[in-house]
């Protein structure tokens, strides 16, 4: 199909062909109603959309998350095919196992497909990960960009989730707020906050879950929601399709945000269980870890990571960052590794160790871990001055 050369209005029956990856779950197809034709004297921005087509044989994206007609959670790895139709966001991208992608200031003709959630911008080859990221990237075709009813542009940040974006100290009545940061990517922090959430939840308590850094993708959320998280929600919901490159304003914001809106969720004497993408030495998740308001919004920290030199450090790194007190536990790949658990104890100290994925062990040791604070120890925290 050649690019759209004059406006044309959007057939809601054929706008039901296309595919809607899960990082644009909260786009309300029905706003899209015009076809745009590309400018090429445009600037081109993250969150931009866009209809696209592939182009030739799929490579390293061979299927995405498709939400047509479903639910904000569900969704169906949809397999592609030469000539499919589909709706992009731009959106950047920068992983140590997968690679560097940019966002085009100016239009291009053809984009890669970096994402399962819909996620395109231009693949630098050379950042593709030798063997983990290795292979034909998946190409895709630009068509048009989306317009709503009086042909403006849609980008992501129109369908966001109105939630407040106040820092405020933690109160008494507030869920405690579970942490869990790793020390890279693939270190284990969604398995290990799957396992949290399934304690939590197998004693009784309400549970709401999050991501707040990262590149938007439903496959972590609806693990933890499966998990029994009442709710689970990131930064897609507030109109990102990643977090990457953002300003310290905005990710900042993005977490506050979010964090706002689980705590209501889980409601007084629940759990808010929150992740933080890749590891602790990443732009975004630094900048939140730095930052007093969200130390103290912290109430116990779980640290996912590969081995016992990551321990180390990235112990070290907490501690110096202030999480000293909120250290709770060790877990990730290093908790699956029996040897590791073993050795733990006299290389590390006596930090608690555990396997993410032994469900058969019962609940209560591990939700001993994470005591609600006492209302003393909210108010202390809720006078620090920042």
Not at 124 to 151: E, M, N, W
Not at 243 to 260: P, W
Not at 272 to 300: K, N, Q, S
Not at 343 to 371: H, K, M, R, W
Request: with cysteine; charged share 25%; net charge neutral.
């Amino acid at each position: 199909m050649p690019p759209i050369r004059a406006i044309v209005e959007v057939d809601p029956a054929r706008r039901n062909q296309w595919l809607m990856p899960s990082a644009l779950r909260y786009v309300d197809p029905r706003q899209i109603r015009y076809l745009l034709p590309v400018d090429e004297g445009e600037t081109w921005a993250a969150g931009d959309l866009l209809l696209a087509e592939v182009e030739g044989p799929p490579g390293l994206i061979r299927s995405i998350q498709n939400t047509s007609r479903r639910t904000p959670l569900n969704y169906r790895e949809t397999r592609l095919f030469p000539g499919s139709k589909l709706v992009v966001v731009l959106a950047p991208r920068a992983g140590s196992s997968t690679c560097i992608a940019r966002v085009p200031e100016r239009p291009v003709e053809r984009l890669d497909l970096h994402g399962v959630g819909g996620q395109a911008g231009v693949v630098d080859p050379a950042s593709q990960h030798s063997s983990l990221y290795a292979g034909q990237l998946t190409t895709i075709a630009v068509l048009a960009r989306l317009g709503d009813a009086k042909r403006r542009p849609l980008m992501m940040r129109r369908f966001a989730l109105d939630a407040p974006a106040d820092a405020r100290p933690r109160r008494p009545e507030d869920p405690a707020l579970v942490l869990v940061v790793g020390s890279d990517m693939d270190s284990g922090k969604t398995t290990t906050a799957r396992r949290i959430v399934y304690a939590l939840r197998a004693l009784g308590h309400r549970v709401a879950a999050g991501k707040a850094t990262g590149v938007a993708s439903l496959g972590d959320l609806t693990s933890l929601y499966d998990a029994g998280a009442t709710e689970v929600l990131d930064f897609a919901a507030l109109g990102e399709p990643a977090t990457i490159g953002l300003s310290k304003g905005e990710v900042l914001s993005i977490f506050h945000r979010l964090t706002n809106h689980l705590r209501a969720a889980a409601g007084p004497g629940g759990y808010v269980v929150m992740e933080f993408a890749d590891g602790i030495w990443y732009r975004e998740t630094r900048i939140l870890l730095e930052d007093p308001c969200v130390r103290d919004a912290v109430t116990h920290l779980v640290f996912a990571c590969h081995s016992i030199l990551d321990a180390e450090n990235g112990l070290a790194m907490l501690r110096g960052l202030g999480y000293g007190d909120k250290l709770r536990a060790i877990s990730g790949k290093l908790g699956s590794s029996g040897m590791l658990r073993d050795v733990a104890p006299s290389l590390l100290g006596p930090i608690p160790v555990f396997d993410a994925t032994d469900y058969a062990t019962s609940p209560e040791g591990l939700v001993e871990l994470f005591p609600m604070p006492r209302p003393e120890e909210v108010s202390d925290r809720s006078r620090v001055t920042v």
